[in-house]
């Protein structure tokens, strides 16, 4: 980073929310699929996101338009993105509006819907969920 000063790094026994309102970046690097809760929280909150680019992450975000992506264990290319972000407001609040447009349309009812009768049709192997639920908006 270009200035170290300007970033800091929060202890893991802060949770996502306690810290959300102070992030000014998201720097979602990808170990585990139970992060990508705090990744969800992010773009609903329209963080700029910066992250290692994983079949996990390009599922939701696209580079450039709602994050920053950097190959995958190259830590100086993510300190580059987030040097872009820092350096650049204009493209900070572009991607921080991309995420946010991004996790707005994974949201949808309908969407949600047709993903929750395909997990179900998974574990259970009964196609007929989308009968039982109705979503209202």
Same mark, same amino acid.
């Given at each position: 980073?270009?200035?170290?000063? +300007?970033?800091?790094?929060?202890?893991?026994?802060? @949770?996502?929310?306690?810290?959300?309102? /102070?992030?000014?970046? =998201? /720097? =979602?690097?990808?170990?585990?699929?139970?992060?990508?809760?705090?990744? /969800?929280?992010?773009?609903?909150?329209?963080?700029?996101?910066?992250?290692?680019?994983?079949? $996990?992450?390009?599922?939701?975000?696209?580079?450039?338009?709602? *994050? +920053?992506? *950097?190959?995958?264990?190259?830590?100086?290319?993510?300190?580059?993105? /987030?040097?872009?972000?820092?350096?650049?407001?204009?493209?900070? *609040? #572009?991607?921080? *509006?991309?995420?946010?447009?991004?996790?707005?349309? +994974?949201?949808?009812?309908? +969407? =949600?819907?047709? $993903?929750?009768?395909?997990?179900?049709? $998974?574990? @259970?192997?009964?196609?007929?969920? #989308? $009968?039982?639920?109705?979503?209202?908006?």
């Amino acid at each position: 980073l270009k200035d170290p000063q +300007l970033v800091t790094i929060a202890p893991a026994c802060y @949770t996502w929310g306690q810290l959300a309102g /102070l992030a000014d970046y =998201f /720097l =979602f690097v990808p170990r585990r699929a139970a992060g990508v809760s705090s990744l /969800l929280a992010a773009m609903a909150m329209g963080k700029p996101i910066i992250s290692a680019r994983t079949d $996990q992450v390009c599922e939701l975000l696209e580079n450039g338009t709602s *994050a +920053l992506l *950097a190959p995958p264990d190259d830590p100086r290319e993510l300190a580059a993105r /987030l040097n872009a972000l820092i350096e650049n407001k204009n493209l900070a *609040a #572009k991607i921080g *509006a991309g995420a946010k447009a991004a996790y707005e349309d +994974l949201a949808r009812p309908e +969407l =949600f819907s047709s $993903q929750l009768d395909s997990i179900h049709g $998974q574990l @259970t192997g009964d196609p007929g969920l #989308k $009968q039982a639920i109705q979503i209202v908006s």
